[in-house]
Every structure is written in structure tokens, then in C-alpha cells.
């Protein structure tokens, strides 16, 4: 499973934008890239993923390098329910073969009012 | 509520005990998934099952016994567990065969094992 590389934690403001980088310098060309995050006692929530083009929904924005080896989570206006662990994964269901999400330690955001 | 439902949330069970962990989605999804996360631990995927068949067991000792009776179903058997079994235990489905497509997951079952 290819792998990606976050940073462990990053801060923000409340109501400011937040740019959250994830690379996968491995990522093959059929690899999906997924968020998700996981707010304190919860399970992961998906968030947005994409394939090569920059993606948008009421979440999140996910903005894709053009060689695919990294990727950016856009949070547009963070809010306090926004702290959570967020996790950038690769995932590719191979002849037919059931996807499989492998996560990684994500980034812990912390959000300050 | 996510649409994929685990009970019960919380469970504590001695270590001779035998318990059942439960999970249901009616989301339409043909695959699920049993996933272990201990205390500052990111997830570890247990066991996956496809169209109700196990295609996949991470190593994971005999003391786990996943059981999937169709496909809105997921059980998780457990027996003579260990105190480092406690963890939160999540559920997730998706469909089969296709990356693209998310995962969701459900609330989690807390463990103690004392």
C-alpha cells in the first residue's frame, strides 16, 4: 500500500482558512486520494477524495498537485467542531479486489477561538 | 447517526467471559470492515469481508472471531480476551471493487477487558 507523510499537528483560528498538506510521493496512477477525519470519541467521518482533479463539497476542498504526489485538505472557514485527527489515505481496489483504507497517524488540528 | 450502527457503545467483559459485538448498515453497501484502535494508536484494520465472504484477516489472533451473515450485518465474537484488547472497536462498510467511494464508519464500541 503506498504510503503518505503528514505533519502531526498544525493549528488555526477560528473562522480562518486552513491548508492541510499531505504528501504521497508513491501514489500510483489508479490510487484514489481519501480524508477523512475523527473528532474526540467518534469514528472516522469521510470528508472528500479525488483522483486528479481538484474537488469541492460542503465539507471541504481538495486541492491535487499535477503530479499527484501531494495533495491539500482545505478547510475554508475552521470552526471549533472542526478540531479532529484528519487522515490523508491512498486507496486503489485492484482487479475487482475490495478497497482497503489503511490509515496513517494523521494530523491533529487544533482550532483556537 | 452515520447509517452503520454498533452495538453495544460501551462493554466491559472479564477475561473468561465470551461477548459479541454488533454492526449493521442498511446504506445498500456489499462490504464491511472491522477495525481495532487502541490508545494513541492510529487504526488497525482487522478483518475484511466482500459480498459476505471473508477476504481478508490481518494476523489477527483466534480470540477475535468475525462472523458477516449477509450483507447488512457484522459481528465480532470475542473470548478469553486479554487486557490489552481493550480498545475502541469500529465497524465500517463501502461498496466493493471501487476506490471510488467512501467508507462510513460507526460510533464504536469501547472495550475493557478487566
Known amino acids: 500500500d503506498a504510503k503518505t507523510t503528514q505533519p502531526n499537528s498544525m493549528e488555526s483560528n477560528e473562522e480562518e482558512p486552513v491548508h492541510l498538506p499531505c504528501n504521497h510521493s508513491t501514489i500510483s496512477g489508479t490510487d484514489y486520494i481519501h480524508w477523512y477525519r475523527q473528532l474526540p470519541s467518534q469514528g472516522p467521518e469521510y470528508v472528500i477524495h479525488g483522483l486528479t482533479s481538484n474537488v469541492n463539497n460542503r465539507m471541504a476542498s481538495l486541492a491535487i498537485a499535477e503530479d499527484r504526489k501531494s495533495s491539500t485538505l482545505i478547510l475554508h472557514r475552521a470552526t471549533l467542531r472542526d478540531a479532529a485527527v484528519y487522515y490523508c489515505?491512498?486507496?486503489?481496489?485492484?482487479?475487482?479486489?475490495?478497497?482497503?483504507?489503511?490509515f496513517g497517524t494523521g494530523t491533529l488540528l487544533a482550532v483556537q477561538p | 447517526e452515520t447509517g452503520v450502527t454498533q452495538t453495544p457503545r460501551h462493554l466491559v467483559m472479564g477475561m473468561t467471559n465470551k461477548k459479541s459485538l454488533k454492526c449493521e448498515q442498511h446504506l445498500g453497501h456489499n462490504a464491511m470492515y472491522w477495525y481495532k484502535q487502541s490508545a494513541k494508536k492510529p487504526l488497525e484494520l482487522m478483518f475484511v469481508?466482500?459480498?459476505?465472504?471473508?477476504?481478508e484477516n490481518n494476523s489477527v489472533p483466534s480470540r477475535f472471531s468475525p462472523e458477516c451473515p449477509n450483507s447488512s450485518h457484522l459481528f465480532l465474537h470475542l473470548h478469553t480476551l486479554q487486557p490489552e484488547d481493550s480498545a475502541l472497536y469500529l465497524c465500517a462498510s463501502s461498496l466493493h471493487g471501487t476506490s471510488n467511494y467512501g467508507y462510513t464508519f460507526g460510533s464504536g464500541t469501547r472495550l475493557t477487558v478487566v
Open positions: 469481508y466482500s459480498l459476505e465472504e471473508r477476504v
Open positions: 489515505i491512498l486507496s486503489g481496489a485492484r482487479g475487482g479486489a475490495t478497497n482497503k483504507l489503511i
